[in-house]
């Protein structure tokens, strides 16, 4: 157990090095918080505000970590452009300037701003804090180190091994795909900057979050003080090490350290065990930790190794008595995947014999551990009380519609559901058609019949499915009013077929059409 209280003093160091690493605001502070987050908001440094102020090319740029053109458009001397400048560009501003806009001497005092000096007095940030609009519109903002806001092309701006990052696009992918289902109890693993802990605090009662970092502790206490959300219970430690044997959840999410690297470097992503050990621990710890119907959700990265079947490998990295929805979203050769994390960290803009030696690293460990290629997706886990836990692995490298956290539900209740039909019962139920389900033929131009034909739903994991022509004109009439049966019998009619024979074959399509989701039980 590593129970630890955050913001004792600027700057608390613990067992990750952060050397080059500035202090830190106090998070023992929180009047200088909110008085900080009234003036944020007064002075419209809010997502909307600035998309406004800088338009949406700047703003995009931003993003990919370019700030040429945000540089630009703050040449001005409103408040919002000197907290542009200040938080998101950290350029140090005119002591005058700031003084109208933020209570200059109590950040000063508690840590966010220090003096730079200069003729005029300067002030500097000393976090990068950006605003991050919450999915009900919530103004909320996302403290992190300087620099580090985002990753990126520009790779990040420290290479510190305690470095805290912000939000990236695997922040938003698992806030964006967890189930928001009002519970008792969150589980933020690997908290960082605090982002799944903020969206947790809006629909669970207790938000525990842990990080083997305390820097990333400290820094998600300001997060969570700046966006004016309760604080959450923080602890340090690695994996579920600072969960109490007896302590269980509702929901256990984690962006882990995923990424499979010759040697432990940059604490926020190389996970420091071998290979993907980190992510099958985490997974196959989090099994009794799950209280019966919560989820644990993960983003993972897993090896693809010669001679064994993707599939098997994570399958069995389940735990007992829990179902699991397991979608590959990607998979990178090892030359690709050994590039990406290297630009990620910046590596490239670096000494070229430096970059080429961790490259060559990066292959003589995929080569020892007969990786060829690294499998990217999400892992859902939900405790269930069924002696029949369901494990679906699929690989869905397609765009989806967020946020999913419907979605993933919706797919467990259909889980349910088909696990308590066996066909009989299926045929007696009655089903609807998905909202936005189109029907596409597939076949040689100027064919009289299709080679096959395609049901797509556009919502959710906008699906594709194959199906016949029976399975075609069975989703197509079910409106919930006739049971599959009855329908199958017109259908065995219209097109001259045995009814038995139809009412034998067709429950498996049946099956896959309710497990996909095009068709919803009524
Ligand atoms: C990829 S970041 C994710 C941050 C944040 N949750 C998000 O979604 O943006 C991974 C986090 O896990 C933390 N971490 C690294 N190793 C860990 C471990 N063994 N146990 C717990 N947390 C760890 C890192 O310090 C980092 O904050």
Redesign the pocket.
């Known amino acids: 157990m590593g129970r630890t209280a955050y913001g004792r003093r600027a700057g608390h160091n613990g067992g990750?090095s952060e050397a080059t690493l500035p202090p830190l605001p106090s998070a023992e502070r929180p009047d200088v918080a909110a008085r900080l987050r009234e003036a944020l908001l007064a002075a419209s440094f809010t997502a909307d505000g600035l998309l406004e102020l800088l338009g949406a090319p700047a703003y995009a740029a931003l993003a990919r970590s370019e700030t040429v053109p945000a540089l630009r458009a703050t040449r001005g001397d409103t408040p919002l452009e000197t907290l542009v400048r200040l938080f998101l560009l950290q350029q140090p501003v005119p002591h005058a300037r700031v003084e109208d806009v933020l209570p200059v001497h109590a950040c000063v005092e508690s840590g966010w701003l220090t003096r730079a000096g200069g003729a005029d007095g300067d002030v500097a940030a000393t976090v990068d804090v950006r605003p991050y609009g919450g999915s009900d519109g919530e103004d909320w903002f996302i403290v992190s180190d300087l620099g580090c806001a985002v990753g990126g092309a520009g790779g990040i701006g420290n290479r510190d091994e305690?470095v805290?990052?912000g939000?990236?696009g695997?922040?938003t992918t698992?806030?964006g795909i967890t189930v928001r289902t009002p519970v008792a109890s969150a589980l933020?693993?690997?908290?960082?900057?605090?982002?799944?802990a903020l969206h947790a605090a809006q629909h669970a009662t207790r938000v525990t979050a842990?990080?083997?970092?305390p820097r990333?502790l400290h820094i998600t206490a300001l997060t969570l003080a700046l966006s004016g959300v309760p604080a959450a219970d923080l602890r340090e430690?690695?994996?579920f090490?600072p969960v109490r044997d007896d302590e269980t959840f509702d929901l256990i999410v984690?962006?882990?350290?995923?990424v499979i690297s010759p040697g432990a470097r940059l604490?926020?992503?190389d996970?420091?065990m071998g290979g993907d050990d980190?992510c099958r621990s985490l997974v196959q710890q989090a099994g009794e930790r799950l209280n019966v119907g919560g989820f644990a959700q993960f983003l993972a990265n897993w090896q693809h190794e010669e001679g064994e079947d993707w599939q098997d490998r994570i399958r069995s990295w389940v735990p007992r008595g829990c179902d699991a929805w397991i979608v590959q979203r990607e998979v990178q050769d090892v030359t690709q995947y050994a590039e990406l994390w290297l630009r990620d960290a910046g590596d490239h803009r670096g000494d070229p014999q430096e970059y080429q030696a961790r490259y060559d690293a990066w292959l003589d460990e995929f080569e020892a551990r007969k990786v060829k290629a690294v499998g990217f997706g999400w892992i859902t886990l939900r405790r269930t009380a069924s002696a029949e836990p369901v494990i679906t692995v699929e690989e869905w490298p397609h765009p989806v519609e967020q946020p999913l956290g419907d979605t993933v539900r919706a797919h467990f209740d259909r889980v349910d559901y088909l696990r308590e039909h066996d066909d009989a019962s299926l045929l007696a139920g009655h089903f609807k058609l998905a909202p936005e389900v189109m029907q596409e033929q597939v076949g040689l131009p100027g064919a009289e019949d299709p080679e096959h034909v395609v049901l797509r739903q556009n919502r959710g994991m906008r699906r594709a499915t194959k199906v016949d022509t029976v399975g075609a004109g069975f989703a197509g009439v079910c409106d919930g009013s006739l049971s599959a049966g009855r329908i199958l019998d017109a259908i065995a009619q219209l097109v001259g077929e045995d009814p038995v024979l139809l009412r034998d074959r067709t429950p498996a399509q049946i099956r896959l059409l309710v497990e996909q989701g095009f068709l919803e039980p009524a």
Request: net charge negative.
């Open positions: 990750v305690g805290v990052l939000v990236g695997a922040s698992l806030a933020d693993l690997g908290t960082g900057s605090g982002i799944q842990t990080d083997l970092n990333a430690g690695s994996l090490e984690s962006n882990p350290p995923f604490t926020y992503r996970g420091g980190l």
